[in-house]
């Protein structure tokens, strides 16, 4: 088993006239891994995309696909990737098993080959009830099921698609998540997208991007577990407020609190702990110990909106 990384990006920069894209850049990407480039308009994604896809060249720095170099092996480079970009170029006034044939024979498959490989990804993207209708006439879930399948017709290593989901509708979103899910581990996938949700149900790694700059690569779980002192432990307890607050207070482990009373004669106490502690184990204890009822006991857990919006915040909000 081959376990040398698909991508090698190191100190990658771009840079326009007047305007910096990426700056000094640098991540690895593992083979069958479904990493989602996750920032807002203007934050490098797209340009770090077509970088890595060999249709727009660095200012400095290196990125390897698959161990060779995308600026000097770009022929053997573009083999090995599928590129669907965020507007997707198709041929509308082609059929579709037609535009696929053209596609694969453009991207040097044999004609015997060719045709068994749209076959193949017309079954895979669940096109084949459409393979002869005119692009042109598809819906837009239709029109991105068969870029996609452009993407995977030739059997890239690696699949890098700009925003894939944008412009779909709910039902649509879910079938083509459904499809890039699938591709886990026999490909490599790199997706760029701002929509949060889909990245976290997505991808099993994600690197926030602000300003052309990497602020954080990790898996969703422990990008969650950086904002985890930041969470809040919330105890509905039947007992007097001034009691709670009393004891609440000499618990070094309770950064601050906030009581208010609720239905039922029980308090709604919000806990914030110090250092990420799990004060939970506490508060079970005290309720015991103090024959108070306890109706509800939980850790809540932040968004990856959250988690998101506090990596990204500036600094001079943070230090406010």
């Known amino acids: ?15 326009y006239a007047g305007h910096t894209a990426l700056t000094d850049i640098s991540f690895t990407v ?6 989602g480039l996750l920032g807002d308009n203007g934050a490098g994604k797209s340009t770090t995309m077509r970088i890595l896809s060999g249709f727009l060249p660095a ?9 060779r170099d995308v600026f000097y092996d770009s022929r053997e480079v573009r083999r ?5 970009p965020e507007n997707n170029p198709l041929h509308n006034e082609m059929r579709v098993r037609e535009y696929l044939k053209f596609r694969a024979r453009l991207k040097g498959l044999s004609w015997t080959r060719s045709r068994a490989r749209v076959d193949t990804v017309l079954a895979q993207c669940s096109l084949t009830e459409v393979s002869q209708r005119i692009i042109g006439q598809l819906s837009k879930g239709y029109k991105q099921r068969v870029g996609l399948a452009d993407a995977l017709v030739h059997e890239p290593e690696l699949i890098i698609l700009d925003e894939p989901t944008i ?11 459904q499809l890039i899910k699938s591709l886990a581990g026999s490909h490599t996938v790199l997706i760029s997208t701002h929509i949060l949700s889909e990245a976290e149900m997505m991808c099993n790694r994600m690197m926030i991007m602000l300003g052309g700059r990497i602020l954080a ?3 969703p779980d422990n990008l969650q577990k950086l904002m985890a002192s930041r969470g809040q432990v919330i105890a509905e307890i039947a007992a007097p407020a001034g009691e709670l607050a009393a004891c609440f207070t000499e618990m070094g482990d309770v ?3 906030d009581v208010s009373e609720t239905e039922g004669g029980f308090h709604r106490c919000a806990l914030t702990a110090r250092d990420g502690f799990d ?3 506490q508060i079970f204890l005290l309720t015991c110990e103090r024959g108070w009822a306890l109706r509800e006991l939980t850790r809540s857990r932040n968004s990856l909106e959250d988690v998101y919006m506090q990596i990204t915040k500036p600094k001079e909000e943070e230090e406010a």
Do not use: C, W, Y
């Not at 593992?30 to 990493?35: M, Q, S």
């Not at 200012?59 to 161990?67: K, N």
């Open 30 to 35: 593992g083979r069958g891994e479904i990493v």
């Open 279 to 281: 004060l939970r184990p």
């Open 80 to 84: 090995r990737i599928g590129f669907m």
């Open 255 to 257: 950064a601050q609190f």
């Open 217 to 219: 690569s990790d898996t």
């Open 167 to 177: 412009g779909l509708d709910p039902h649509q979103i879910r079938s083509v998540r």
């Open 59 to 67: 200012t400095s720095g290196t990125a390897r696909i698959a161990g």
């Open 1 to 15: 088993m081959n376990h040398d990384p698909m991508i090698e990006v190191v100190k990658l920069t771009k840079r």
